[in-house]
């Protein structure tokens, strides 16, 4: 069994930046692909992007494609979002998720989410 724990939201200016972490106990995530994920008030839970097992590809949301880069530290066992230039339209709670070895397999593992919001 997996936990998933977000961590890193707040409240930020129209254009500012920050940095959300995932962080995995129970067992290592280093055989996972690794997904955020984010939900607005009112709006169905939306992809954000996704990271590989070995941090070597990423695929973004075309919202957040170029202003949001997805990390990780197997060490760590630990995700990150780094989040640029941020809009009020990414106020949302962003949760990661941990799926199969393999980008698009199904997502088994989630966490409670952490809120952003993003002030105009």
């Known amino acids: 069994q997996v936990q998933l724990v977000e961590s890193g939201g707040g409240l930020v200016q129209s254009g500012g930046s920050l940095r959300l972490s995932c962080t995995a106990s129970?067992?290592?995530?280093?055989?996972?692909?690794m997904g955020w994920f984010r939900q607005a008030p009112g709006k169905e839970r939306e992809f954000v992007g996704v990271i590989s097992r070995n941090g070597g590809s990423t695929y973004y949301a075309d919202s957040v494609k170029g202003r949001f880069t997805i990390s990780r530290d197997n060490a760590k066992n630990t995700v990150y979002l780094q989040m640029n230039s941020l809009k009020p339209e990414d106020t949302a709670v962003y949760y990661c998720?941990?799926?199969?070895?393999?980008?698009?397999?199904?997502?088994?593992?989630w966490g409670q989410g952490t809120q952003v919001t993003v002030s105009s």
């Open positions: 129970g067992r290592t995530v280093s055989n996972n692909a």
């Open positions: 998720a941990a799926s199969g070895p393999i980008i698009g397999t199904k997502y088994e593992y």
